[in-house]
Antibody
Framework: EAQMVQSGGGLVQPGGSLRLSCDSS????????MSWVRQAPGKGLEWVAS????????YLVDSVKGRFTISRDNAKNSVSLQMTRLRVEDTAVYYC???????????WGQGTLVIVSS | IQMTQSPSTLSASVGDRVTITCRAS??????LAWYQQKPGKAPKLLIY???VLQGGVPSRFSGSGYGTEYTLTIDSLQPDDFATYYC????????FGQGTKVEIK
């Protein structure tokens, strides 16, 4: 299965910022919608953000609006999630995902853990 | 749109037929996907558009439904199928159900 590789994440204090990135040497991400999905420890999946291939549409779940920004750099074949004003409840494994022509989330990154704690 | 799965946990044996239900708070017109997730791993797309099997997914998996009610069925449960399953609507933005854990009886 084609791979997407994530970077970023780690431990941050409440109110802090982190940037997550996702790229691939195997998939041309620039022609697909891309998304971020998170999973709090022991919990289910939560859609966080999505961006159209040309950046003309961006969507965020209500709980992160005004704090998170999704963006992409098609020249670098990458997608990013800039997270600011982080809260304890943002602690989760964050996955990037490619929305395929099926409109399902066909390919996923390996996941990266974000811990918000003092 | 809220997605509600039932049951939350399901105990079954190898060879059993298993059915998981997903209910949407409003019609999603068949824009529904099912995912399988194993501990410590990223989810895997099984089915999209409610009933279309993703490439490489075994034929023992099937999906059905329209409007607000959907089901995922696994015929003859295999050892590799013990996992957590999520439905997801993509009619309006994206929402996941809370998950159904299929465990060994």
């Amino acid at each position: 299965e084609a791979q997407m590789v994530q970077s970023g994440g780690g431990l941050v204090q409440p109110g802090g910022s982190l940037r997550l990135s996702c790229d691939s040497s195997e998939i041309t991400l620039s022609v697909y919608w891309m998304s971020w999905v998170r999973q709090a420890p022991g919990k289910g999946l939560e859609w966080v953000a999505s961006i159209k291939y040309d950046e003309s549409e961006k969507y965020l779940v209500d709980s992160v609006k005004g704090r998170f920004t999704i963006s992409r750099d098609n020249a670098k074949n990458s997608v990013s999630l800039q997270m600011t004003r982080l809260r304890v409840e943002d602690t989760a494994v964050y996955y990037c995902a490619k929305i395929g022509r099926s409109e399902g989330f066909e390919n996923w990154g390996q996941g990266t853990l974000v811990i918000v704690s003092s | 749109i809220q997605m509600t799965q039932s049951p939350s946990t399901l105990s079954a044996s190898v060879g059993d037929r298993v059915t998981i239900t997903c209910r949407a708070s409003q019609s999603i017109s068949g824009w529904l996907a099912w995912y399988q997730q194993k501990p410590g791993k990223a989810p895997k797309l099984l089915i999209y558009q409610a009933s279309v099997l993703q490439g490489g997914v075994p034929s023992r998996f099937s999906g059905s439904g329209y409007g607000t009610e959907y089901t995922l069925t696994i015929d003859s449960l295999q050892p590799d199928d013990f996992a957590t399953y999520y439905c997801q609507q993509y009619n309006v933005r994206w929402t996941f159900g809370q998950g159904t854990k299929v465990e060994i009886k």
